[in-house]
C-alpha cells in the first residue's frame, strides 16, 4: 500500500522552511527519501533506518518514527535549488528489498 | 551522474508494437529495478531482479516482461503497445546493503 504524502504542494520563498511528511499504515523497515527535477532522473537525499533516527544532508534533515509509522523531512532556509518534487520511498520488512513511493510533494522556492 | 545507464533516451512506436528498454546498473550492484513514471505521477514498481533471478514483482502488466543477464544488464520488454503505456520508465540499481536506489536517466516511451 502506497504511502501517504502531505503536502501535495507547497511554495516557499528563498530562506524559509519547509516539512513534509510520509506516513505509512505498514511496519516499515526503512524510509528513503529522493528529490525529482521536471524531466530528470529522482535522486537519493538520504535513508532512514531505525525508529527514532535522524539525519542530516546540508540543510536538509529527516526523522523516522518508527512507533508511529511516519517519517518527515526538514528543509531549512530553502535555496532555489530545493525545487522539485519529493518523493518518500518505503520498505517493510520482508518486502526484498522494494521500494514503494508516494505520491509526491511539489516543492517551489521562489527567490 | 548515478553510474546507472538505460538506453535509448527516447522512444517513440505506435499501438501494437513491441519494444525493449535496457538497463546497465553501476559498477557491483547486483539488483536491478523497473519503475513506470506516468505524466507527473509518482514512481510505480514494475520488477526487481537480483543477480539473474526475479526477486519481486509489483503492478506490472502481463503484456511486460524483464530479465537480468549474466552480465548484470537488464531488459524491459513491453508487448502489444497501447497509449496508456507512454510513460518515464527508470531503472534503477543498489548493492542490497543499504538498499540506496541509484536511478538511471530513464526512457521515455511515446506510443502513438
Known amino acids: 500500500q502506497q504511502p501517504v504524502q502531505s503536502p501535495q504542494a507547497v511554495i516557499l520563498r528563498e530562506g524559509e522552511d519547509a516539512v513534509i511528511n510520509c506516513s505509512s499504515s505498514?511496519?516499515?523497515?526503512?524510509v528513503h527519501w529522493y528529490r525529482q527535477k521536471h524531466g530528470e532522473a529522482p535522486v537519493f537525499l538520504m535513508i532512514l533506518l531505525k525508529g527514532g533516527e535522524q539525519k542530516g544532508h546540508d540543510k536538509i534533515s529527516a526523522s523516522f518514527n518508527e512507533k508511529k509509522q511516519q517519517s518527515s523531512l526538514y528543509l531549512t532556509a530553502s535555496q532555489l535549488s530545493y525545487s522539485g518534487t519529493y518523493f518518500c520511498?518505503?520498505?517493510?520488512?520482508?518486502?526484498?528489498?522494494?521500494?514503494?513511493f508516494g505520491s509526491g510533494t511539489q516543492l517551489t522556492v521562489l527567490p | 551522474d548515478s553510474g546507472v545507464t538505460q538506453t535509448p533516451k527516447h522512444l517513440i512506436t505506435a499501438t501494437g508494437q513491441r519494444v525493449t528498454l535496457r538497463c546497465s546498473p553501476r559498477s557491483g550492484d547486483l539488483s536491478v529495478y523497473w519503475y513506470q513514471q506516468s505524466l507527473d505521477q509518482g514512481l510505480q514498481f514494475l520488477i526487481q531482479?537480483?543477480?539473474?533471478?526475479?526477486?519481486a514483482k509489483g503492478n506490472i502488466l502481463e503484456r511486460f516482461s524483464a530479465q537480468q543477464f549474466p552480465d548484470l544488464h537488464s531488459e524491459l520488454n513491453l508487448s502489444s503497445l497501447e497509449l496508456g503505456d507512454s510513460a518515464l520508465y527508470f531503472c534503477?540499481?543498489?548493492?542490497?546493503?543499504?538498499?540506496?536506489?541509484?536511478f538511471g536517466p530513464g526512457t521515455r516511451l511515446t506510443v502513438l
Open positions: 520511498g518505503t520498505e517493510v520488512r520482508g518486502s526484498a528489498r522494494q521500494l514503494t
Open positions: 505498514k511496519a516499515l523497515y526503512s
Open positions: 531482479y537480483y543477480n539473474g533471478e526475479e526477486r
Open positions: 534503477a540499481s543498489s548493492d542490497q546493503t543499504i538498499n540506496e536506489q541509484f
